[in-house]
C-alpha cells in the first residue's frame, strides 16, 4: 500500500505555481488584472484563492442588468482547475463523480458532485471532457489530495493547472452575437454544456456553452499570453452590444436567481461538518 500511494504522489502531479516571490507577495493578479483595474472605478476588491478580482466595478445593480440585459463579463481565472489524463482517466472519473460519466462525451460539459467514504458531499463542479482520456474539473475548492487518494490503483495523472489558464465568464443576451463578431464561427450552435476550441492569435482557446448567471452564455479559457489581447478584442466587438464588466457581488445576485449553489454558503461540505453526518 504504501508503494502505491508513493507512486500514485508521482503519477498525480502537482500544483504548479507561476513563477512569483511568494515570500514578496501572497495575492497575485490575474492576467485580465491590467484591464479589470482600470475599469473598477470604485476601487473594491476581494481574495479569491491566489488572486485579486473585483467585488464590484461601478454599482452592482446596473452590472447585474448588464448579465440580463446585454452581456456582463467576469474574471474567472481564480476558478480551481484540475487537469485528468491517462490511460485509465475515464474509468476514474466514472469511479470518482457519483454521476455516470460515460454520459459526458468528449466536448460536452457536466455537472458533477463527489463525496467521501460515508457518502457525504465533499463539494460540486464541473468536469470538462476535453479529448479523449483528458478532463478538466472545474470547481471553488482544491482537490487535488481527494483525487489523489481516489487514484490509488489508476494509470492517471492529476494536476493542478489554475495558473496557466485564464478564463473569462461572457454572459447575457448579447453574448453570442459579440463572440460571433469576434470570428468564432458556428458558436450560436453551441447547445448547453457544449465545447468548441477556436484558435486565437496562434493560440487554441476553448469556448464552452456554460455559466454561473443561468442565462445565455459562455466560458473562454486561453493561455495567459493572449489574455489582454482577448479582452481588448471582446470589449472592443462588444461595445455596440453593450458589454460591462461585472464583480462578485453582480455574480451572486445572477447565481442565487438561477438556483445555483456555493459551496461553504449553501451547503456545508463534509470536511466543514462540525459533526459527522451534519452535511445539507
Known sequence: MLEEMQQMKLSAGSHKMLPQDHYKQSVYKTPFHERTSELNILNEWTRWKDYTVSTNYFRTDLEYFSVRNTTGVIDYTPMVKQKITGPDSAEFVNRFFTRDMNKIAV?????????????????????????????WLLCVERQLDNLGIAAIGFDVKIEEITDEVACLGVQGPTSCSILKAMGFEGIEHLKPFDIKHYDFQGQEIMISRTGFSGDLGYEVCMVNEVALNFWDDLFDKGEIYGIHPFGLDALDLVRIEAGLLVPGQDFMVAEDAIRPGSTR
Request: proline letters at 0%; charged letters at 30%.
Open 107 to 135: 466536448g460536452r460539459v457536466g455537472y458533477v458532485v463527489w463525496c467521501d467514504e460515508q457518502g457525504q458531499v465533499l463539494d460540486d463542479g464541473t468536469v470538462f471532457h476535453i479529448r479523449e482520456n483528458e478532463y
